[in-house]
């Protein structure tokens, strides 16, 4: 089941990310997220609890841009559709709300986020001098 997060869920997500990518994250994901862009982010849920999460956002700066901060999977539901899911339900709620553009970055040894968002239709953009993350966008 994927629904919509909210701030009660902040502790659940920063709980596993360290541990589903095995190197410490979860600073990355501060409460205000899910207060302030809870109407983008995502939670998915099963028998086991959380099963996956995707905290996005709609950018101020670019009206036609939405940004995915953070998303993930339960290892042993990777490869399963779920990644798909999220994001295809994050593309529908963006568009609804006139976005066309949908950005995200990652770091270049997260070789499964690489080629996931090669997969899900992406731009891949990798690191030019300088510049520390794997750019992605993709026309919705």
Request: contains cysteine.
């Amino acid at each position: 089941m994927i629904r919509t997060a909210g701030p009660g869920d902040h502790a659940s997500v920063v709980g596993v990310i360290d541990g589903w990518w095995g190197r410490p994250l979860h600073a990355l994901v501060q409460p205000l997220f899910l207060e302030h862009f809870a109407d983008t982010s995502l939670i998915a849920e099963d028998e086991r609890g959380l099963a996956g999460f995707l905290i996005g956002f709609l950018s101020q700066t670019h009206p036609d841009e939405a940004y995915i901060h953070f998303a993930g999977v339960r290892p042993d539901l990777r490869g399963t559709g779920l990644g798909r899911d999220l994001y295809t339900e994050f593309f529908r709620r963006v568009r609804g709300r006139g976005r066309t553009v949908v950005t995200c970055i990652t770091a270049p040894v997260n070789t499964g986020s690489i080629a996931f968002h090669a997969a899900m239709g992406f731009a891949v953009a990798m690191p030019v001098t300088g510049e520390t993350h794997v750019r992605f966008r993709r026309e919705l």
